[in-house]
C-alpha cells in the first residue's frame, strides 16, 4: 500500500529553519520523482521543490522562484525519504506543506500530475 507521511512541521520565527520529512512506502521510491507543495489559508496549493528519480544516477532538483537559495531537497533511496531544509523562513512561508508522488520520474509541479499525496504537516513562521 502506498504511503507518504510528512513530519517536521512546527513554528518557527523569522530568519529561522526547519527541516521537513516525507517518508515514503508501497511503490519503487528510487524510480519516482517527489514534490514538495504548500497551501496558505486562503490561497491556491503552490508547488515548492521537486527532486527526480534516477535518470543514469542523477538526480535533479526544481525549486519555486519564491524559495529559490533558502530551501533544499534532497533524497535518501537507503530510506525511501525525501528532505526539505527551510532556512531564512519568512512569514509568507507559512502552510500546510504536503509532499507528492510524481508519476514519473522526472519532476513536475502540476498537482494533476501527482499520483499520491501525504496528509500535510503545518509550518507556521510568525515571531
Known amino acids: 500500500q502506498l504511503q507518504l507521511v510528512e513530519s517536521g512541521g512546527g513554528l518557527v520565527q523569522p530568519g529561522g529553519s526547519l527541516r521537513l520529512s516525507c517518508a515514503a512506502s508501497?511503490?519503487?521510491?528510487?524510480?519516482?520523482?517527489i514534490t514538495w507543495f504548500r497551501q496558505a489559508p486562503g490561497k491556491e496549493r503552490e508547488g515548492v521543490s521537486c527532486?527526480?528519480?534516477?535518470?543514469?544516477?542523477?538526480?535533479?532538483?526544481e525549486y519555486a522562484d519564491s524559495v529559490k537559495g533558502r530551501f533544499a531537497i534532497s533524497r535518501d533511496n537507503a530510506k525511501n525519504t525525501v528532505a526539505l531544509q527551510m532556512n531564512s523562513l519568512k512569514p509568507e512561508d507559512t502552510g500546510v506543506y504536503y509532499c507528492?508522488?510524481?508519476?514519473?520520474?522526472?519532476?513536475?509541479?502540476?498537482?494533476?500530475?501527482?499520483?499520491?499525496w501525504g496528509q500535510g504537516t503545518l509550518v507556521t513562521v510568525s515571531s
Open positions: 508501497g511503490f519503487t521510491f528510487q524510480n519516482s520523482a
Open positions: 507528492a508522488v510524481v508519476g514519473r520520474r522526472t519532476c513536475s509541479t502540476y498537482g494533476d500530475d501527482m499520483t499520491y
Open positions: 527532486i527526480s528519480g534516477a535518470v543514469d544516477s542523477t538526480y535533479y532538483a
